[in-house]
């Protein structure tokens, strides 16, 4: 049983910068990956990165080189660092964790970039 607490989103201007905290809780050594995921309205969700337990990254081709995932295993928390945000970042954003049993989900967090 694994539980997930995001933080960190709100509203910033095109080519500001925010970052996403997600805290996990319960069963952590049984996680595999950890990832962020975007929503936004009328579109599919879609992966935005990814950070497995042996420390390797993937990026979306739309976030690729402004956004970062990092964790810190002291804290049990990973984070996504998002620069030179743009309108079209403007989505909910979700943190997953994937293991052995599926994925659980935080609650998702608003990111809103203004022009």
Do not use: H
Request: with cysteine; net charge positive.
């Amino acid at each position: 049983q694994v539980q997930l607490v995001e933080s960190g989103g709100g509203l910033v201007q095109a080519g500001g910068s925010l970052r996403l905290s997600c805290a996990a809780s319960g069963c952590i050594f049984s996680i595999n990956a950890m990832n962020w995921y975007r929503q936004a309205p009328g579109k599919q969700r879609e992966l935005v990165a990814e950070i497995t337990s042996g420390g390797s990254t993937n990026y979306a081709d739309s976030v690729k080189g402004r956004f970062t995932i990092s964790r810190d295993n002291a804290k049990n928390t990973v984070y996504l660092q998002m620069n030179s945000l743009k309108p079209e970042d403007t989505a909910v954003y979700y943190c997953a964790a994937a293991d052995v049993g599926g994925r659980t989900w935080g609650q998702g967090t608003q990111v809103t970039v203004s022009s």
